[in-house]
C-alpha cells in the first residue's frame, strides 16, 4: 500500500510514521523546506524561536509515552503559567477565584451581583448558546465578561464576539461558570475531570518545539519513508471516486505520484481547490464563506535574563497592538542564553490589512512601545531579532462556519480513499497533542481497515485549554 500525505505537520508526520512502522511505502508532500507545520522551530543566533507558545499536555499515557519515543526521551516537564495583563495587574489565565480580590473592591461586588443576577434571571429566561458572547456571560455575567473574555477574544479576533460561535468558548475556557471556577479553587478535582485545567506540561529538550516535527521527519527517513519537502501539492486526481495521482511542484518542476490512499493534512479548502476535475459552485462558495485569522511575529532581543516568569501573557488593551507575548525561555533552558531573553510578540490580523504589510522595522518598533508601555521592558533595552508571518493560524469560528464546514466534508467524503485530519486538514482550532493523536488514528484505519476514529479526537464539547 502506498499512502501520499499531504502536509508535513504534526498530524501528517504521526500519521506517515505509523503507516512506516506497519510496513507500508509513504510518501510526504510539503510546501514548505521543514517538517513540523506550525509546531516548527528555527535558529536565530544563540536563540530558538517558535511561532508563539507551544505545549505538548494529554491525559493519554501512551500519547505521553510516543512522544518520549518521537524525542529519545530528551524532554523537560513544566508547570504552566499563563496570565493576563490588565488594569497595570496579571491576572491568572483561565480565571481563579483569587483573581476577583486583585480587582477594586467596587468592581469585585459588582462581578458577584452580575453573576447572581444572570443566574437569576435565566431562571425565567434562558439565554442561548448561540455566540460567544452569550455563552460566556450566562455562566460569568456582564463584568467578568466585560474584563476577562471579551475584551481579549473582540481583540484577537478581529470581530465582535456576538459573531463568533459559542464553540470557541466550550473549548477554550476551562470553567463551567463561575460557581465551577470558586468549587476549584477550594477543593481541585482530583485529576480525570473533563474540564479541569491541565497544568503540567511536556516540551523538547533541546531545539524548540520544532524537535518533534524534526525527529519525526529523521525516522521517517531512516524507515525509507521519502520526505518531498519544498513541494507544494496542486492537483488530486479523482477518477471513480478514488484519488489516484498527485501533483506537485519541486525545483520548479512539475511532478505526479501515484497513491492508493491520500492523506491529507494541509487547509481543507486548499485540497478541495486542488481537486480535478473542479468542485461544483456550492463547494466553492463555502470555501469562499470559511475564513482564516492570520498573525504577524515579532521575536525581540532583551537585555535581561526574563522579562517574565510567564510561558505566555495575554494583553487585551484595546491601546495596545500586541495581543498575547511569550517567552521560549521559560519553556526551555536551551531556549535563550543565560544573560539574555527573547519575547515574542502577535499581532492577529487578516491577509492584506495593514498588520499584515509590516516589515520588520514596522513590527519592531509597535511591539517595543507596548512592552515599554507596560513596563515589561525599558526603553533602549530591547532589538528586532527576527520576523515571521502565518496565513493560515487560526480557522474563524463564526457563526455560519459549521454550515459551510459540512459543504465540505461532504464533497471530501465522496473521495473513497481520501482521509483529511488535523488542524488544518479538519477546519478545527485543536492542539497538537491532537493533531498527533489524529494521524496516529488515521494511520490505524488504514493500516486494520477498520475506522480507528480520528474524527472523534477533539469534536467534543470540551475544554482544549
Not at 7 to 24: D, N, Q, R, V, Y
Not at 44 to 51: A, V
Not at 97 to 106: A, E, I, R, V, W
Request: aromatic share 10%; with cysteine; proline share 4%.
Amino acid at each position: 500500500m502506498h499512502v501520499v500525505v499531504l502536509g508535513a505537520g504534526l498530524a501528517g508526520l504521526s500519521s506517515a510514521f505509523e503507516l512506516l512502522k506497519a510496513g507500508h511505502r509513504v510518501t510526504v508532500i510539503e510546501k514548505e523546506s521543514y517538517a513540523g507545520g506550525m509546531a516548527c522551530s528555527w535558529k536565530k543566533g544563540e536563540y530558538w524561536l517558535d511561532h508563539g507558545p507551544h505545549r505538548f499536555h494529554s491525559r493519554d499515557e501512551k500519547l505521553i509515552e510516543h512522544l518520549y519515543e518521537i524525542l529519545d526521551n530528551e524532554v523537560v516537564i513544566r508547570e504552566r503559567l499563563s496570565r493576563i495583563y490588565m488594569q497595570g495587574k496579571f491576572f491568572h489565565y483561565p480565571l481563579k477565584t483569587q483573581n476577583l480580590f486583585q480587582m477594586k473592591k467596587s468592581l469585585m461586588i459588582k462581578a458577584m451581583w452580575d453573576y447572581v443576577w444572570i443566574r437569576f434571571v435565566q431562571i425565567f429566561k434562558k439565554i442561548p448558546d448561540d455566540n460567544f458572547e452569550n455563552w460566556v456571560v450566562k455562566r460569568f455575567g456582564h463584568t467578568l465578561y466585560e474584563i476577562f473574555f471579551g475584551s481579549y477574544t473582540s481583540k484577537a479576533w478581529k470581530m465582535p464576539c456576538t459573531q463568533i460561535s459559542a464553540d470557541w468558548a466550550s473549548q477554550r475556557i476551562s470553567q463551567a461558570n463561575l460557581w465551577d471556577t470558586v468549587k476549584k479553587t477550594l477543593r481541585p478535582p482530583k485529576g480525570g475531570e473533563v474540564r479541569s485545567l491541565v497544568s503540567e506540561f511536556w516540551y523538547p529538550a533541546v531545539g524548540g518545539i520544532g524537535q518533534i516535527g524534526r525527529k519525526y521527519a529523521e525516522k521517517i527517513e531512516k524507515m525509507g519513508g521519502t520526505l518531498q519537502l519544498s513541494s507544494p501539492a496542486d492537483e488530486v486526481i479523482i477518477e471513480d471516486g478514488r484519488a489516484t495521482r498527485v501533483g506537485f511542484t519541486s525545483k520548479g518542476e512539475k511532478k505526479w505520484v501515484e497513491c492508493d490512499h491520500v492523506v491529507n493534512t494541509i487547509p481543507l479548502p486548499r485540497i478541495l481547490q486542488a481537486f480535478r476535475p473542479a468542485v461544483g459552485s456550492d463547494v466553492k462558495k463555502a470555501i469562499g464563506n470559511l475564513d482564516y485569522s492570520a498573525i504577524v511575529f515579532v521575536y525581540l532581543e532583551v537585555d535581561k535574563p526574563s522579562v517574565s516568569p510567564d510561558h505566555w501573557v495575554y494583553l487585551p488593551e484595546k491601546h495596545l497592538t500586541v495581543h498575547r507575548i511569550s517567552e521560549f525561555k521559560n519553556f526551555s533552558d536551551d531556549s535563550a542564553p543565560g544573560d539574555s531573553t527573547c519575547v515574542c510578540c502577535e499581532m492577529t490580523c487578516r491577509v492584506g490589512d495593514d498588520l499584515w504589510n509590516l516589515d520588520i522595522e514596522a513590527a519592531t518598533e509597535i511591539a517595543i512601545k507596548d512592552l515599554v508601555t507596560l513596563g515589561l521592558i525599558e526603553p533602549g533595552t530591547a532589538r528586532g531579532l527576527d520576523f515571521t508571518k502565518l496565513k493560515y493560524a487560526y480557522p474563524i469560528y463564526d457563526l455560519t462556519y459549521k454550515e459551510n464546514l459540512n459543504v465540505l466534508k461532504k464533497e471530501v467524503k465522496r473521495v473513497k480513499n481520501l482521509h483529511t485530519t488535523g488542524r488544518q486538514g479538519l477546519y478545527r482550532y485543536n492542539n497538537m497533542d491532537h493533531s498527533i493523536a489524529m494521524g496516529r488514528r488515521i494511520a490505524k484505519t488504514l493500516i486494520q481497515g477498520a475506522d480507528a476514529r480520528a474524527d472523534e479526537v477533539a469534536a467534543g464539547q470540551e475544554y482544549f485549554g
